[in-house]
């Protein structure tokens, strides 16, 4: 069993990011992301925190707004609009969740498809979907990066998917298609989860149950992929993998903390760069 060390890996992406971007300002090209964020969520200030930390360590121009719980939807959409139309913004993430009196659809339809550096845009999804080049949801993306650099081939393979959400399950299971991947999404209605998963070369699991894939869901030798991301009683962070219980089994496992979950952050800077290329 081989450890897949998204920490490093994701350390790699931004050094290289870091050498792109200082030949981008030789150039007289700046990156800059605009971050919203709507309400007071603590769990939602630390991934901004962390995002405009990482701009700062590859030289992206961070621009942030921090809005209160009461903002309206019709002055969100405002400023949207508005950064839309500045040239000198290239990327611009509206950090979810939002407030429930603002329709999270109608906000990320109005980001500008070019600068919709999460992905999420219908635009892009459906971009992904025909093969077109566009803006990746960062998570699976990271998934996809972290099989490459461990030297994983995915053409040909008997990939497994488990959960369907747009932001993770979906453009998942397009990107392995995507390199030539034989794809199955499973979910919660999915009969006899086991007898699917027991036959992947390559499992993803993003389900959002903690430790849920026990050894018996695993073939031997496969390579399990963990997005899940849970904090423990004992304040631990875990999976979506029963990490022990399924380890040995495996010929590459993600761990969790230091697997998938850095590699998104990584990726949300690529997608930032990209979009000044
Ligand atoms: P989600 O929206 O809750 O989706 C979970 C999916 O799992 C759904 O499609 C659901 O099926 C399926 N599911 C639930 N119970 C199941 C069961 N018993 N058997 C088979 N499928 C089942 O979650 P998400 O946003 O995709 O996130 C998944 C996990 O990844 C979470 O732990 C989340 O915290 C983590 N995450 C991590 C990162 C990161 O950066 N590492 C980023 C995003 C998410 P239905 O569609 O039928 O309900």
Known sequence: MQLINGKEISMQIKDELKVKVEELKKEGKEVT??????????????YVGNKKKACEYIGINSLSYELPASTTREELLSLISKLNNDEKVNGILVQLPLPK???????????????????????????????QKGFVSCT??????????????????????????????????MLLLRENGTVTITHSRTADLKSVTSKADILVVAIGK????????????????????????????????????VAEKTSFITPVPGGVGPMTIAMLMKNCVESVL
């Open 101 to 131: 009196h603002i329709n999270e659809d109608e906000i990320i339809k109005a980001i500008d498809p070019s600068k919709d550096v999460d992905g999420f845009h219908p635009e892009n999804v459906g971009r992904l979907s025909i093969g």
């Open 33 to 46: 992301l605009a971050v919203i964020l709507v309400g007071d969520d603590p769990a939602s200030a630390v």
């Open 140 to 173: 699976p993306a990271g998934v996809i990066e972290l099989l490459k650099r461990s030297g994983i081939s995915i053409e040909g393979k008997n990939c497994v998917v488990i959960g369907r959400s747009n932001i993770v399950g979906k453009p998942m299971a």
């Open 210 to 245: 903690p430790k849920f894939i026990t050894a018996d869901y695993v073939k031997e030798g496969a390579v399990v992929i963990d997005v899940g991301i849970h904090r423990m009683e004992n304040k631990k962070l875990c999976g979506d993998v029963d990490f022990d219980d």
